[in-house]
């Protein structure tokens, strides 16, 4: 079973533009991790934020949690068309298991 | 440093027949995970080890599928015999210790059942 629900499923913007996608899960979590992968490719992690943390932030990456409504978004600024990939969050269970939504597919469009 | 290699990157075989997967993870990570990922979903976890002990294998459909983790480094992942639904990108990752830490994915094995 999946924890974590990627919304929207897909996003379409322009570059230089931002792209903003949520994640919402059901059960209390140690920490929160985005990963990206690029069509063909392994995951490649990005951020975790800690679920003592609200805000983080990584180059044009910025992670938000909310624990209260079991919620986290990425944004992604002023984008490039590499940023074009899928983008998962993946919750850790205090010590279970890193359990995966089933991603938001994020293109750039030059 | 090296990643998690895996091998071989592609396979493709005929449905009834077994296939191996093998992982090496970053060394002097003692957590080892193989996931299954099909087309257009998140990855789902088959099995996760700690060191050499396979401490969650409650999605591993065993009456098919194994796996090992000898001395606690490399890990190999069976299926014996393949079904055409097993066709999936198999994914493995390690980490330092489960709980608090990112984990780092190879590139996958991509397995075609036919």
């Known amino acids: 079973s999946q924890q974590g629900e990627e919304d929207p499923q897909a996003l379409s913007i322009q570059e230089g533009e931002n792209a903003t996608m949520n994640c919402s899960y059901k059960t209390s979590i140690n920490n929160l991790q985005w990963y990206r992968q690029n069509s063909g490719r392994g995951l490649v992690h990005l951020i975790l934020?800690?679920?003592?943390?609200r805000e983080k932030h990584s180059g044009r990456l910025r992670v938000t949690l909310d624990t209260s409504k079991k919620s986290s978004s990425l944004l992604i600024t002023a984008s490039r068309a590499a940023d074009t990939a899928s983008y998962f969050c993946a919750t850790d269970n205090y010590g279970q298991n890193f359990v995966f939504g089933p991603g938001t597919r994020l293109s750039v469009l030059p | 440093e090296a990643g998690v290699v895996q091998s071989p990157r592609y396979k493709i075989i005929e449905k009834k027949q077994p296939v191996a997967f093998w992982c090496n993870p970053i060394s002097g990570h003692n957590t080892l995970y193989w996931y299954l990922q099909n087309l257009g979903q998140g990855p789902e976890l088959l099995i996760r080890?700690?060191?050499?002990?396979?401490?969650?294998d409650s999605q591993l459909p065993k009456d098919r599928f194994s796996a090992e983790r000898l001395k606690g480094v490399d890990s190999t992942l069976k299926i014996q015999p393949a079904e055409l639904g097993d066709s999936a990108v198999y994914l493995c990752?390690?980490?330092?210790?489960?709980?608090?830490?990112?984990?780092?994915f190879g590139q996958g094995t991509r397995l075609t059942v036919v």
């Open positions: 990752a390690s980490s330092f210790s489960q709980g608090g830490t990112e984990a780092f």
């Open positions: 934020i800690r679920s003592n943390e």
């Open positions: 080890y700690e060191n050499e002990e396979a401490v969650d």
